[in-house]
């Protein structure tokens, strides 16, 4: 795997290629974990270029204090941390760039975790 040192840290890179590889390996045929949860899907996938999509994924990671939430199964949540890892790194790709992240969400996508919910 090429990596080019001034998009990505070296060592993230091959993190990343790693988890995915196994993550691949584990699934060998069975659909992701988070295919269960559709709408999630949907949500992270409206918001993927827009900065409340890293808002949306740390919300769905960690539960703040008093906040009660049943949580996802580890398989989910190890790959909505790979989600994120990969979301961060693609807006820190895009600012090396010099493309801005787009801050509103596009049209008829709600984000309904935390304060930021309208």
Wanted: glycine share 8%.
């Amino acid at each position: 795997m090429a990596i080019d040192n001034r998009v990505m840290n070296p060592a993230i890179a091959q993190q990343l290629f790693r988890k995915s590889e196994q993550l691949k390996r584990q699934r060998a045929g069975k659909p992701a974990a988070l295919e269960s949860f559709p709408r999630v899907i949907k949500t992270i996938t409206g918001l993927w270029r827009y900065s409340e999509g890293q808002k949306y994924l740390e919300e769905l990671i960690v539960v703040e204090g008093g906040k009660r939430r049943e949580g996802f199964p580890v398989e989910a949540q190890d790959e909505l941390m790979f989600l994120y890892q990969l979301l961060v790194d693609q807006h820190r790709i895009l600012a090396i760039r010099g493309q801005k992240i787009t801050a509103n969400r596009p049209p008829g996508t709600k984000f309904t975790m935390g304060s930021n919910s309208k």
